[in-house]
């Protein structure tokens, strides 16, 4: 670990040793500790070398800045392609550094794509997810996704009820033996009947029919 004008090297990244709450001395420790991670003296020069972010963390752990200044939210990674120096920077001082690196950093963050729910292209999809238009219409998928689901369900419940009121019968009855009557025939009944009544007379009408037709009265 590397230790200069109270900033130090840790695993490949310079950060602040000490913590600094007074926002004037944090200005000044950055105007002063970008030059020494520079080629340049002066900071307005020096901040031409400072041009990428390789990288930004979202953790929860506070840490310092270069400055000094704990940092709660973005812990950006700035990178001095002349020096190979990679310093933690909070998202004011990268402001501070160079305004344009931040702003290409964060352009390459952004998500180019089509909303799968409201069919549209956007350059930003985070920005599209937040909007009142994105939030309306997510909010009426989910309503009708829930019915759907409903319907679904009631109908799924409805088949397990028939199928149980179905074998409750069939534990007392014989189902008559014609496939498209739905009647049954209690067990306590003789075995040879396997038909229903209406249904057995079909069958006898089929077997013989005139036996069936009533005969008139012969004068």
């Known amino acids: 670990m590397y230790v200069i004008n109270k900033m130090h090297k840790q695993n490949g990244i310079w950060r602040s040793v000490k913590h600094e709450p007074n926002t004037k001395t944090c200005a000044m420790n950055l105007l002063a500790?970008?030059?020494?991670?520079?080629?340049?003296?002066?900071?307005?020069?020096?901040?031409?070398?400072?041009t990428a972010i390789t990288g930004m963390s979202y953790d929860k752990n506070t840490e310092l800045c270069l400055c000094g200044m704990r940092i709660y939210k973005e812990k950006y990674f700035f990178y001095n392609k002349l020096t190979d120096n990679t310093a933690l920077i909070g998202c004011n001082c990268?402001?501070?550094?160079?305004?344009?690196?931040?702003?290409?950093?964060?352009?390459?963050?952004?998500?180019?794509?089509?909303?799968?729910?409201?069919?549209?292209?956007?350059?930003d999809l985070d920005t599209h997810y937040d909007s009142i238009n994105h939030l309306q219409k997510l909010k009426g998928l989910k309503r009708d996704f829930h019915w759907k689901l409903v319907l679904v369900i009631s109908?799924?419940?409805?088949?397990?009820?028939?199928?149980?009121?179905?074998?409750?019968?069939?534990?007392?009855?014989?189902?008559?033996?014609?496939?498209?009557?739905?009647?049954?025939?209690?067990k306590t009944e003789p075995e040879w009947k396997v038909r229903c009544l209406h249904?057995?007379?079909?069958?006898?009408?089929?077997?013989?029919p005139s036996k069936l037709i009533p005969r008139r009265n012969q004068h």
């Open 33 to 50: 500790r970008i030059p020494e991670l520079s080629t340049k003296n002066n900071f307005g020069d020096c901040r031409k070398e400072w």
């Open 94 to 123: 990268c402001k501070r550094i160079n305004f344009r690196a931040v702003k290409k950093f964060k352009e390459s963050l952004k998500k180019r794509g089509v909303c799968w729910v409201c069919n549209t292209n956007h350059k």
């Open 155 to 186: 109908k799924k419940l409805e088949k397990i009820n028939k199928e149980i009121t179905l074998i409750n019968k069939l534990k007392l009855n014989n189902k008559c033996i014609e496939e498209k009557c739905l009647k049954y025939i209690p």
């Open 199 to 208: 249904c057995h007379i079909n069958y006898l009408k089929s077997k013989n």
